[in-house]
Each structure stands twice: as C-alpha cells, then as structure tokens.
C-alpha cells in the first residue's frame, strides 16, 4: 500500500446486517481506522472521539469506518453500547488488515501476540490512499485526522 495510489478492491461484512465495499463508495473521501478490540479503554476512546466529530466528517463529505478483527456480533453490540453513528467493519480473516500491513507482534503481559497496530487510513474520492498514521496515539488523534480530511475539500 503505497501513499497516492489506488487502494484495491475489497469488501468486509459490516454493522447493521451490511457489506461494505470499497469500489462503491467512490465520489468522497473516507476515514478507515483500524483498531485493535471491541469494547477496550483505548478502542472505546478512540471511537468516542470519532463519535464527536462526527458531524463535521459528514460536513466535509468523508465517511468514517472502524474496522477490527472482532465478529460482526461483537460489533454490533459494541456499536449500539457506544452509539456509534458510523459502521464497524469486521475483517475476521484478517485479509483487509494484511492489504494495509497493520497486523504487527505485540508484548503483552510478556507475551508476543499478534494484533492490530492501531492506524488509520484516509482515501480520496477517486479511490487513492492520501495519508496513513501508523501506531496512533488515541488522545487528539480523529481531530487530526479531521484537519487533514478538511484540506481534500
């Protein structure tokens, strides 16, 4: 996946009983932050914080998905526990997490596990990959994401 390049093709179960795919959403750009665990501190905030900037992702016409490794069950309730106004993608294969190379080797508790590095990806109305953050940092994070969205308008 290399920055200013068309992103492929791919489709993912999403919330709600929906697929989502990629190709079908061309004509604004979208927000896909990929994090590690339904219904964690850190996942939690990170959602919340997409959650309250929500409005102004809608004004500039960019969509926002969560996508995470968790079962669309998983999701579903996640979203419904946090009112999330965006879907949450469920890649369980781990096929869109290996496209954006986000799977990494954790420590955990002096373990090596592998999970999902949390990052986000934002792509054009044309389908192209215009910037990525790689192992965010929760705090401040979507409203920098939001600055960059709101310099492709």
């Not at 905030?45 to 079962?71: H, P």
């Not at 890649?91 to 590095?117: H, P, S, W």
Request: hydrophobic share 40%; proline share 5%; glycine share 8%.
């Amino acid at each position: 996946m290399t920055l200013d390049q068309p992103v492929d093709d791919f489709t993912l179960p999403a919330t709600g009983g929906q697929q989502f795919q990629l190709s079908a959403m061309r004509g604004a750009p979208l927000v896909l932050y990929f994090y590690p665990k339904d219904d964690t501190p850190g996942c939690t905030d990170e959602g919340l914080q997409f959650k309250a900037l929500y409005e102004q992702f809608a004004a500039a016409r960019c969509s926002v998905f969560g996508v995470s490794r968790d079962t669309l069950k998983a999701h579903d309730k996640f979203k419904a526990k946090m009112e999330f106004p965006f879907e949450l993608l469920s890649d369980a294969d781990e096929a869109v997490c290996t496209l954006f190379g986000v799977m990494k080797l954790k420590n955990m508790y002096g373990k090596q596990v592998r999970g999902i590095e949390r990052s986000t990806f934002v792509i054009d109305a044309q389908g192209v990959l215009k910037r990525e953050w790689r192992g965010v940092k929760v705090p401040g994070h979507a409203q920098e994401v939001l600055d960059f969205v709101q310099t492709l308008a």
